[in-house]
C-alpha cells in the first residue's frame, strides 16, 4: 500500500483552522478520509478473498484467513495498544505546537511500544500456530497398509529455482502483492511437479506424511493486511510482520475506519 507522496497542503495555520471548525461541529470534515479508508479497506480484503478463492482451487486446506485481532487480543495487547494511541496524540500535540525534539522523543518511545507490542503478538500467533501444526499429523496408517513410497527429490537446479520462487512469494506477500505472489507459487508448483513422484492414493486416509508437504502448504492469510504467514514461521518472522509498515498501516486505516464511524453517528445525531 504505498500512495506516494502526499497531495495536500501541510500548513499548521489551515490545521489549527481546521481543529476549531471540527470543535464546533458545523461540518463533517472528515467524510472524505473515511471514503477514501473505505476504499483501501475494500480493496484489501477483496484482494484476500481473490487469494483465498485461487488457493482452495488448488487444495481446499491450503489457505484459511487467520483472524490476527482475535488471537493476538489480549489486554497486554489492549494496554500497549491504548498507550501507542495516547503518545501518537501527544506528536500531534508536539508537531502542531513547533516542538520538534519532544515530537522526537515522543515517537521514539512510540516505535519502543510497537516493537514490544509486535513480538508480544508474534508469541501469540506462534503459540496459535503450533497448535494448529499439531493437528496436522495424519491418522496412523494400518498395519496391513504398505506406506507409500517418499517422493524423488528434483536434482540441484530445479530446487534452487523452487527455492527462489518461495523466496519471492514470501516477499511479495509481505508486501500486500497478493496476486504477485500467488503467481509465484504457482510457478514454484510447476517446478515441483517436474521431479517424479508417485501418484497420491484416492483414499484420503492412505496420505503419507510426504504427500501432506506436497499438496498443502499451509498458508495463512492476516485478516488485517492480507500478507501471507505460514504455520512453519518462527517468533521472529512473525515479529517482522506485526512490525511491518505494510500491517501497521492497514492496522491503522482500519481503527480509524472504526472512529469516523463512531462520529460519523454523533454527527448526524447533532443535526
Known amino acids: 500500500m ?47 478473498q481473490r487469494a483465498l478463492k485461487r488457493l482452495a482451487d488448488d487444495d481446499a486446506k491450503a489457505a484459511i484467513a487467520i483472524s490476527v485481532s482475535e488471537v493476538t487480543l489480549t489486554d497486554d495487547i489492549l494496554q500497549l495498544s491504548k498507550q501507542i494511541k495516547e503518545k501518537m496524540v501527544e506528536v500531534d500535540a508536539f508537531d502542531f505546537e513547533g516542538r520538534t525534539d519532544d515530537k522526537i522523543k515522543a515517537q521514539e ?22 497448535k494448529d501444526r499439531a493437528s496436522l499429523t495424519q491418522p496412523a496408517q494400518p498395519p496391513q497398509v504398505a506406506a507409500a ?25 509481505e508486501q500486500g502483492m497478493v496476486d504477485e505472489a500467488q503467481k509465484a507459487l504457482e510457478e514454484a508448483e510447476a517446478l515441483k511437479k517436474l521431479a517424479r513422484r508417485p501418484e497420491p492414493p484416492s483414499d484420503p486416509s492412505k496420505y503419507t506424511a510426504a504427500d501432506v508437504w506436497i499438496t498443502d502448504q499451509k498458508l495463512r492469510l492476516c485478516d488485517i493486511c492480507g500478507a501471507f504467514l505460514s504455520v512453519y514461521d518462527n517468533d521472529r518472522r512473525l515479529a517482522d510482520h506485526f512490525g511491518g509498515k505494510l500491517h501497521l498501516g492497514y492496522m491503522l486505516i482500519r481503527d480509524k475506519q472504526k472512529e469516523l464511524q463512531v462520529l460519523s453517528v454523533m454527527y448526524r445525531f447533532l443535526l
Open 109 to 130: 518511545v512510540v516505535e519502543e511500544l510497537r516493537t514490544k507490542r509486535a513480538d508480544m503478538q508474534a508469541t501469540l500467533l506462534l503459540d496459535a500456530f503450533n
Open 149 to 173: 513410497p517418499p517422493p524423488a527429490p528434483p536434482d540441484a537446479r530445479t530446487q534452487e529455482m523452487i527455492n527462489e520462487k518461495l523466496k519471492k512469494a514470501e516477499e511479495l506477500g
Open 2 to 48: 504505498d500512495l506516494g507522496p502526499c497531495s495536500k497542503i501541510h500548513s499548521l495555520q489551515l490545521r489549527k483552522d481546521y481543529e476549531e471548525a471540527k470543535a464546533k461541529g458545523t461540518e463533517n470534515f472528515d467524510r472524505e478520509l473515511e471514503d477514501m479508508i473505505e476504499r483501501l479497506i475494500v480493496e484489501c480484503d477483496r484482494k484476500i
